[in-house]
C-alpha cells in the first residue's frame, strides 16, 4: 500500500494581492517518484486539529521556503531575515512535535530542518556569514541554478544518512542563508559541510526522523536524492 506524505506549503500573494498555498512542485514529483502520495498540508490548521492531521499520514515532509521568526529560538534580528510567516511557524513546529511524539517518518529540507532543530530546542544563525566569518558561502540563490553544486560535505559513520548514502561524502547544492548554531539536545547532527556548519540531523527515538540542510529535491537525478527519498518513503510505510 501507497504511504500519504503529507507535504507542508507556505502562503504567496498574487500579483492581484490574492492570497495563495504555494509549494514547488519539486517535492511532489520526488514523492509520486519514490512510491508515496503526495497530500498537501496548508497553513491555518487550527492547533486542536494537528494531531487528527498527523494520525491521517504515514510521514510528514518538511519543505523549504522563507526563514522562521527569529524570536523563535532567541535569534538576533537581521535585516536579511526574509519572508517570515508567524502561521506557517506555527503550523509546522506543532506538526514537527506531533511527529516526534506519535513516531511517524519525518523529512525537513533546508527549513524543514531549521523547523525540526528550533520544535526541538535548538537555535539558527540568523545570517551565518553575519554570524560566523569563517563560513563558506551557502546562499547561492537568487540568480544561480538550483541545482548547482555548491560543495562536498562529511556524513558520520553508524548514522541514518550513511546507511542510506554508503558512503561518507557527497556533493550537494546549498539554497540558504541561516542555518542551525546550536543542535537541539534531542537531535544528534549527522553532516557537516567543510566550515563545519551543520548539513543533517537526525533524532535516534524515532525510526526515521531527519532534516538535511541542502535540497535534494532538485538534485533527484542523482543516486542519492532517489536513496534519500526512497528510504523516507520506505520508512513511512512501516
Given amino acids: 500500500m501507497q504511504p ?3 507535504i507542508t506549503a ?3 500573494t498574487s ?3 490574492i492570497q495563495k498555498v504555494c509549494l514547488i512542485d519539486k517535492y511532489i514529483l520526488a514523492i509520486l517518484h519514490s512510491g508515496g502520495i503526495p497530500l498537501i498540508i496548508p497553513t491555518g490548521i487550527p492547533s486542536s486539529s494537528i494531531s487528527m492531521v498527523v494520525d491521517h499520514v504515514d510521514g510528514l515532509l518538511f519543505t523549504g521556503g522563507g526563514d522562521i521568526e527569529t524570536q523563535r529560538y532567541g535569534g538576533i534580528d537581521n535585516s536579511k531575515v526574509y519572508g517570515v510567516n508567524v ?3 506555527d503550523l509546522e513546529i506543532s506538526l514537527a512535535l506531533a511527529g516526534s511524539q506519535m513516531k511517524k517518518a519525518v523529512l525537513g529540507i533546508c527549513r524543514g530542518m531549521q523547523i525540526l532543530n528550533v520544535a526541538l530546542g535548538g537555535d539558527l544563525y540568523s545570517d551565518i556569514k553575519d554570524q560566523n566569518s569563517e563560513s563558506l558561502k551557502h546562499d547561492w540563490f537568487p540568480g544561480f541554478p538550483r541545482d ?3 560543495h562536498s560535505l562529511q556524513v558520520k559513520p553508524q548514522s541514518i544518512l ?3 548514502f554508503q ?3 557527497i556533493e550537494v547544492n546549498s539554497l540558504h542563508h541561516q542555518g542551525i548554531k546550536s543542535v537541539s539536545p534531542l537531535l544528534s547532527p549527522i553532516a557537516f559541510s567543510p566550515d563545519g556548519i551543520v548539513e543533517a540531523v537526525e533524532y535516534s527515538e524515532c525510526p526515521f526522523y531527519l532534516g538535511v540542510q541542502w535540497h535534494p529535491e532538485w538534485l533527484f537525478e542523482r543516486e542519492e ?3 534519500l527519498f526512497s528510504a523516507f518513503v520506505e520508512a513511512a510505510k512501516k
Avoid: L
Fill in 4 to 6: 500519504i506524505i503529507g
Fill in 10 to 12: 507556505g502562503i504567496e
Fill in 15 to 17: 500579483d492581484t494581492t
Fill in 87 to 89: 502561521n506557517r511557524d
Fill in 148 to 150: 548547482q553544486i555548491a
Fill in 162 to 164: 550513511h546507511e542510506i
Fill in 167 to 169: 558512503t561518507e561524502s
Fill in 225 to 227: 536524492s532517489k536513496k
